[in-house]
């Protein structure tokens, strides 16, 4: 089992900035693939970007060049920095861990942090 909560979402004026934050906790040696997912209402959830194996990164299009995802292992933590914030960025944002467990892929997901970017 693997746990995630996250962590830093706001209130945040366009233009701005906030770095979320994911606490992972459990059985995390066996990971595929890591990263931040958001849904806006009314939306489908969709991924932002992504850490996978081999360390490589990805990002969706809307996400490129405005947000860094990162990782330090020492913490088991995950970041996403997000600058240049637009309104069209409010969601509620996922963690979202991918981890080989008994010869198969099983999906863990935080519960969430709301990030709101209004003036």
């Known amino acids: 089992q693997v746990q995630l909560v996250e962590s830093g979402g706001g209130l945040v004026q366009p233009g701005g900035s906030l770095r979320l934050s994911c606490l992972a906790s459990?059985?995390?040696?066996?990971?595929?693939?890591l990263g931040w997912y958001r849904q806006a209402p009314g939306k489908q959830r969709e991924m932002v970007a992504e850490?996978?194996?081999?360390?490589?990164?990805e990002y969706s299009d809307s996400a490129k060049g405005r947000f860094t995802i990162s990782r330090d292992n020492a913490k088991n933590t995950v970041y996403l920095q997000m600058n240049s914030l637009k309104p069209e960025d409010t969601a509620v944002y996922y963690c979202?861990?991918?981890?080989?467990?008994?010869?198969?892929?099983?999906?863990?997901w935080g519960k969430g942090t709301l990030v709101t970017v209004s003036s």
């Open positions: 979202n861990f991918l981890i080989w467990e008994r010869g198969g892929l099983v999906d863990y």
């Open positions: 459990g059985n995390i040696f066996s990971i595929n693939s």
């Open positions: 850490i996978i194996t081999g360390g490589s990164t």
